[in-house]
Nanobody, 130 residues
Framework: EVQLQASGGGLVQAGGSLRLSCVASELTSDDYAIAWFRQAPGEEREGVAC????????YYAESVKGRFTISNDNAKNTVYLQMNSLKPDDTAVYYC???????????????????????WGQGTLVTVSS
């Protein structure tokens, strides 16, 4: 079974930066998509960014475009989320999820559907103070 390990959260002041990491193990395919979602208290889980391993195509929520960058290191089965210019509204638990068969459902306009992701990491807390 695929496993995901998320890390890198912490406390940072507004305007600061953090880099999250998501390491995948027990992968059975070279073509998968990993996305970061976040969930603030009392809020629904929200898609933040996604990257596909086969061609490194990326997708972002409008709220993070220009501030967050998702990237991958396929040799390490690791996806990173570089978060710059952080705002208090970015405070949430961040989860990484993996879609192990993205070929069956286009990521375009659908990457942020949480139910397309088969496995999830444990979450890492990001707190941005004002």
């Amino acid at each position: 079974e695929v496993q995901l390990q998320a890390s890198g959260g912490g406390l940072v002041q507004a305007g600061g930066s953090l880099r999250l990491s998501c390491v995948a193990s027990e992968l059975t395919s070279d073509d998968y998509a990993i996305a970061w979602f976040r969930q603030a208290p009392g809020e629904e889980r929200e898609g933040v960014a996604c990257i596909r391993s086969s061609d490194s195509s990326t997708y972002y929520a409008e709220s993070v475009k220009g501030r967050f960058t998702i990237s991958n290191d396929n040799a390490k089965n690791t996806v990173y989320l570089q978060m710059n210019s952080l705002k208090p509204d970015d405070t949430a638990v961040y989860y990484c999820g993996i879609d192990t068969r993205p070929i069956y459902w286009s990521l375009d306009n659908n990457w942020n559907k949480f139910y397309r992701y088969d496995y999830w990491g444990q979450g890492t807390l990001v707190t941005v103070s004002s």
